[in-house]
């Protein structure tokens, strides 16, 4: 009796041991909920973004945003605002891994991941981070900081708004709108008066008018000064 409830004691304290390690391990895996850059958006004012071959920069000229080598394009301010306040506010979560080895598995590899550089006006980087889309939830993604090897979980998924394209940033300007208020023109004719209403123009039907019409407007003007 003694020994099969030293048993069951052992067995008991097993699994309180187990459930015990259990609850630590995910404590230690898991961040509680860090943005991912807590600089200041004004000091940002080059970004570059690279995907594969892709790679597309962009530059504050002032106030306004322009791509680099692009000059026939202007950015859009959506694409900016979604930028600072979707993908530099996103939060890190879960550990996933700390062993470079495993980036492959978490597309945060240099053949698969996204690049995100933002820099200064001096161009010195402020942040750098990978990201990569995760495979059993497409709702978030994954996201390696910097030059380190760990590897989180995003609380969103935001590689949508970090393309490497030109065409998703900027757009062609749209022309100007032709200018229809012209100065008047002076034709050289006085305007009748009330007592001398201007004659009307004869034409004569005989006449060739295959070709343009002339109207000699000086002759009308002659017999409007006459009949006064």
Known sequence: MVKRFRLWLIVILALAAGVAYVQFSKTRHTASG???YEGSRDDVQQVVIER???RVELRLDGDVWRLVGHDSLEV???PIDNLFDRVLKVERTTLMTRNADRWNVY???DSAGTRLSVRNAGGAE???FV???SRRDWSKNYVRLGSGKA???TNNNITYYLNATPDFWGRKPEPAAADTTGPDIDVGVDAPSESAPLSPVMIDAKRDTS???NLNLGAVADTAKTRE
Do not use: K, M
């Open 34 to 36: 860090t943005q991912i």
């Open 151 to 153: 590897v989180y979980l």
């Open 52 to 54: 594969g071959d892709e």
């Open 211 to 213: 070709g343009p019409l």
């Open 131 to 133: 990201f990569g889309q």
């Open 76 to 78: 859009r301010e959506a």
């Open 107 to 109: 597309s945060v590899d």
């Open 126 to 128: 402020l942040a750098a």
